[in-house]
């Protein structure tokens, strides 16, 4: 080739390089192929990642309807490239003006998880109506047409669907049974085809009249009327009333920032537990320079013990501290101090398992969803979107086609306010469960690195953070940290959830120090994940093969 041939290449070629490092590539992660490609198709017709994140949430309520949906709750993280701030909605379920603190009380987790008492008033649409009314570019109506149109036309039921629809919570009102059941009563199967045009009638709704039909219009009446349903006799009935969806208001709140060796993570706040458990999980194992050079399914035992150790106290401070703030101030900066936290690096040996401390916790949900998105101008938006329960409660709302949480379960079933415990995480009325969702950011000298976050109950606390350790320590690749062997720490009691592909030398070697490790046939979490490389500025995504995962990248 001629010089002044090469010249021009080589011009032509820094020219476009200098466009797509201006410009960035676009990358989204969720659960489901659908609702990634519902994410990309707003970003091709000029949404940004807020609004695409709109669409995947929409979309994800019709093709992953057990996980999350405008009947549930959201935490949403969003970075705007052009100010570098980062914002949190918190769009979690509050508890009804009604609700009481012993209201759970008298009957199990399981039989409180499937009755109206259990449905909190649902901020996913408020959430992400008021992300879009800030930082979006397209109408709330451009962002349901994709959803519009799956629930209309239907889609084939993939594997990881099919799994769930044999849930018993599939099927438990005479509406589930109708949609999720075939003529037969057998629950769909992988191929089967799902339309849900109840559903996409809600949608054009809200389309067409904004999210007040939903919060103040006949559909907060329909909702009302749903979580009357009761097995229980009057203890069972829920105590929503129209006044608790007008009233309804989504928070804005600034994120939790800590440090991580020269990392700045950006993480949830309270009302959620996991921020604050993963940052002071990590001030604390800060303090052990523990090789984890082949990242924690075959990392050394010490490693894995002083992980589990960390863990159990931070679950123990969950327990006590972590509830909506509005209702008892948290004390985070405490939690997170530097003596606090050496006093409790005091407390741990790195030889064997602390003695028993603290209580276990009551079960939860571990089927919530995480999904990821950053535009060509770098804005993310890194959310974890819940309806608490895999399909929430089990009531769909009659004619509307979504399903309602159970996500006050999440409080405390039994009040433990007195002299020695805050009851931070009772339930009172307007107030916020306490979560464990974490989305989370990670940047380093100003530069967004990382956005990731998990669906699992309290076991979301070490998902997210074995994915830090896996990202920041050992450098895996966004592919390999997703995939590696997980377990998970339940509470300060120490019960840990091992997935069986964790290495057998390993769960020998932690049971012989005293750990109790109980094997899980169901997968831990599911990380979406996205990152940019701090030196070529080139954007990836790696997504959960646990469940559908999918990265679309253009
Ligand atoms: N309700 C749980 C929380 O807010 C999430 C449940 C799940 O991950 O499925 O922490």
Redesign the pocket.
């Known amino acids: 080739m001629p010089r002044f041939c090469r010249l021009l290449t080589a011009l032509t070629l820094f020219l476009s390089l200098g466009w797509a490092h201006a410009q960035g590539e676009t990358v989204i992660t969720a659960s489901h192929p659908l609702a990634a490609e519902a994410g990309a198709t707003i970003l091709h017709q000029g949404g940004n990642a807020v609004d695409a994140a709109a669409a995947v949430q929409f979309a994800l309520n019709v093709v992953e309807p057990q996980s999350s949906g405008i009947g549930g709750g959201a935490f949403i993280l969003v970075y705007l490239a052009k100010t570098h701030e980062t914002l949190v909605i918190d769009a979690r379920e509050v508890a009804p003006a009604a609700a009481t603190a012993d209201q759970f009380a008298h009957h199990t987790f399981g039989e409180n998880s499937v009755n109206g008492i259990a449905v909190g008033v649902p901020g996913t649409l408020a959430g992400f109506a008021e992300a879009q009314r800030r930082w979006g570019k397209k109408s709330l109506a451009a962002v349901l047409q994709p959803a519009i149109g799956l629930a209309r036309q239907g889609f084939a039921v993939t594997p990881y669907l099919a799994h769930e629809l044999a849930s018993p919570r599939a099927a438990l009102q005479p509406e589930t049974r109708a949609l999720f059941r075939n003529g037969a009563g057998q629950p769909l199967q992988v191929g089967d085809w799902l339309r849900q045009p109840d559903l996409a009638r809600t949608f054009e709704q809200i389309a067409a009249e904004g999210p007040g039909v939903f919060y103040q219009g006949k559909i907060a009446g329909a909702i009302v009327a749903a979580q009357r349903r009761s097995t229980l006799g009057p203890a069972g009935v829920g105590r929503m009333t129209l006044a608790d969806l007008a009233g309804y208001r989504v928070a804005l709140r600034t994120p939790l920032i800590g440090r991580y060796q020269d990392y700045t993570l950006v993480t949830m706040p309270p009302p959620s537990s996991?921020g604050l458990a993963l940052l002071q999980t990590l001030g604390l194992l800060e303090h052990f320079p523990l090789g984890r050079a082949e990242g924690f399914g075959a990392g050394e035992l010490s490693a894995t013990h002083v992980t589990i150790e960390a863990l159990r106290l931070a679950m123990g401070d969950r327990a006590l501290w972590l509830g909506d703030p509005a209702a008892t101030p948290v004390p985070v900066a405490r939690l997170l101090d530097g003596h606090y936290l050496l006093q409790l690096v005091h407390a741990m040996d790195v030889e064997k398992r602390m003695p028993d401390s603290g209580s276990g916790l009551e079960p939860?949900?571990?089927?919530?969803t995480h999904f990821t998105v950053v535009d060509a101008e770098g804005n993310v938006v890194s959310c974890t979107s819940?309806v608490?329960?895999v399909w929430g409660s089990g009531i769909l709302v009659p004619g509307y086609g979504f399903l309602l949480n159970n996500?006050l379960t999440?409080f405390n079933r039994v009040p433990k306010a007195g002299p020695q415990d805050p009851g931070a995480n009772d339930v009172r009325p307007g107030m916020r469960p306490r979560?464990?969702?974490a989305p989370t950011l990670v940047f380093r000298q100003g530069q967004w690195l990382l956005a990731y976050g998990s669906?699992?109950?309290?076991t979301?606390i070490s998902t997210v953070l074995e994915m830090t350790l896996d990202l920041l320590d050992d450098h895996l690749t966004g592919d390999a940290a997703v995939r590696i062997p997980r377990f998970a720490v339940l509470n300060a009691a120490g019960e840990t959830l091992v997935e069986p592909a964790l290495s057998p030398g390993l769960i020998d070697a932690l049971r012989a120090q005293g750990h109790r490790l109980i094997l899980t046939p169901e997968p831990i979490g599911s990380v979406q994940l996205i990152g940019e490389d701090p030196v070529t500025h080139e954007r990836w995504g790696a997504a959960d093969p646990r469940r559908e995962g999918t990265v679309i990248r253009f």
């Open positions: 996991g939860e949900g571990t089927h919530t819940t608490e329960a996500e999440d979560s464990s969702m669906p699992g109950g309290s979301i």
